[in-house]
T-cell receptor
Framework: QQQVKQSPQSLIVQKGGISIINCAYE??????FPWYQQFPGKGPALLIA?????SEKKEGRFTISFNKSAKQFSLHIMDSQPGDSATYFC???????????FGSGTRLLVRP | DAGVIQSPRHEVTEMGQEVTLRCKPI?????LFWYRQTMMRGLELLIY????????DSGMPEDRFSAKMPNASFSTLKIQPSEPRDSAVYFC?????????????FGPGTRLTVT
């Protein structure tokens, strides 16, 4: 019940295209859903996060879509750029906890 | 702010040796986390501290692993004795906690190789 399942494992997108990464969870007690971005040789960095009381959150080219009934959430990267090439992790946690449960990661490559 | 600082960045050691990883959190953050990242298991939380006190160490793999936080600006993760399966990248992260418990700032990591 603690798992967060992430797909796809890897993704190749052309510059200007839309990148979509999906995550699913089982534990209905989760109430924070952040996305982290990790470049090679660096630690993960918070990209964007959402609470389950909203269905969508947008920050620049990055959008989280949240489907509470399906227990799924996804990251959309609009107008993908080569600089977006990185590994993306979805995560989940509870308000009362500081334990981030991470998905397995998606390696994104944006071709010029 | 310099961000979370970890040392060393790379560590190569032989099986059976003691390994100590170090972390300096961001000043003012009162939560500190240690994570391990491997291809097989992804990112795993090992232990976290609040105000220098260990709160949850349920992710620590076994007694060979120990972590301390003697003050607000320093933490160590020790492995004794080390084994080849401990080879991984170890991250330290810190945060303010509420209202955003997910807003953790990660250091650059220590790549540990045990031969």
């Amino acid at each position: 019940q603690q798992q967060v399942k992430q797909s796809p494992q890897s993704l190749i997108v052309q510059k200007g295209g839309i990148s979509i990464i999906n995550c699913a969870y089982e534990n209905t007690a989760f109430d924070y859903f952040p996305w982290y971005q990790q470049f090679p040789g660096k630690g993960p960095a918070l990209l964007i996060a959402i609470r389950p009381d909203v269905s969508e959150k947008k920050e620049g080219r990055f959008t989280i879509s949240f489907n509470k009934s399906a227990k799924q959430f996804s990251l959309h990267i609009m107008d993908s750029q080569p600089g977006d090439s990185a590994t993306y992790f979805c995560a989940a946690t509870k308000d009362s906890s500081y334990k981030l449960i991470f998905g397995s990661g998606t390696r994104l490559l944006v071709r010029p | 702010d310099a961000g979370v600082i970890q040392s060393p960045r790379h560590e190569v050691t032989e099986m059976g040796q003691e390994v100590t990883l170090r972390c300096k959190p961001i000043s003012g953050h009162d939560y500190l986390f240690w994570y391990r990242q491997t291809m097989m298991r992804g990112l795993e939380l090992l232990i976290y501290f609040n105000n220098n006190v260990p709160i949850d160490d349920s992710g620590m793999p076994e007694d060979r692993f120990s972590a301390k936080m003697p003050n607000a600006s320093f933490s160590t993760l020790k492995i004794q004795p080390s084994e080849p399966r401990d080879s991984a990248v170890y991250f330290c992260a810190s945060s303010y906690g509420q209202p955003n418990p997910y807003e953790q700032y990660f250091g650059p990591g220590t790549r540990l190789t045990v031969t």
